[in-house]
């Protein structure tokens, strides 16, 4: 099975940083990672899909990067609004597999 | 638009089952499969596995395999999870999700069906 390897488990940031979340795959999935995310009480929400390319609605200051079997999602100016959780999946091959999560939180 | 709707909240003792639905509208149901996702209390998201929703297969993940049933009823466009045996564990909100490897196919979620198990 492919492992995600989620860092890191908690961010606490402030208001205007620049901020970034890395899943390590064990094996190669190509671009078949998805971020994404989630509020208390609510479905996980699409924000990157394909590595790198924005979901529809999502806010430009989300972008996703993919260095060799590294996935990053970076949000380059946080609002209020961004805290929540963050998952990674990868939809390569059967069993897919989610990250174990990012908590961002207000630093 | 598109749209899967779950069940309501259950609330079961260890030893019962029960079934959770994810009803979908806005697109031709069996052209694309339905997956199943557990959520634990203050816990990350776990892929369950997913069917096919034309031929009815299903494929479970390994920690799924045995009391976790995924079945269908394509006639109302309907995705069923059904546990039997319940334990303290399957304590959890389950999702249903569209997920397809289709830059032009959006992913959908279900709102989520909460499975509480106790004595």
């Known amino acids: 099975d492919i492992q995600m390897t989620q860092a890191p488990s908690s961010l606490p940031a402030s208001l205007g940083d620049r901020v970034t979340i890395t899943c390590r795959a064990s094996?190669?999935?190509?671009?078949?990672l998805r971020w994404f995310q989630q509020k208390p009480g609510k479905s996980p929400r699409l924000m990157i899909y394909g590595a790198t390319n924005l979901a529809a609605g999502v806010p430009s200051r989300f972008s996703g990067s993919r260095s060799g079997s590294d996935y990053s999602l970076t949000i380059s100016s946080l609002e209020s609004e961004d805290m929540a959780d963050y998952y990674c999946?990868?939809?390569?091959?059967?069993?897919?597999?989610f990250g174990s999560g990012t908590k961002l939180e207000i630093k | 638009q598109i749209q899967l709707v779950q069940s309501g909240p259950e609330l079961k003792k260890p030893g019962e089952s029960v079934k959770i639905s994810c009803k979908a509208s806005g697109y031709t149901f069996t052209d694309y499969a339905m997956h199943w996702v557990k959520q634990a209390p203050g816990k990350g998201l776990k892929w369950m596995g997913w069917i096919n929703t034309y031929t009815g297969k299903p494929t479970y993940a390994d920690d799924f395999k045995g009391r976790f049933v995924f079945s269908l009823e394509a006639s109302a466009s309907t995705a069923n999870l059904q546990i039997s045996n319940l334990k303290n564990e399957d304590t959890a909100t389950y999702f249903c999700a569209r997920l397809v490897n289709n830059p032009y196919v959006m992913d959908a979620w279900g709102q989520g069906a909460s499975v509480t198990v106790s004595s």
């Open positions: 999946l990868q939809s390569k091959e059967s069993p897919f597999t």
């Open positions: 094996q190669d999935i190509g671009n078949y």
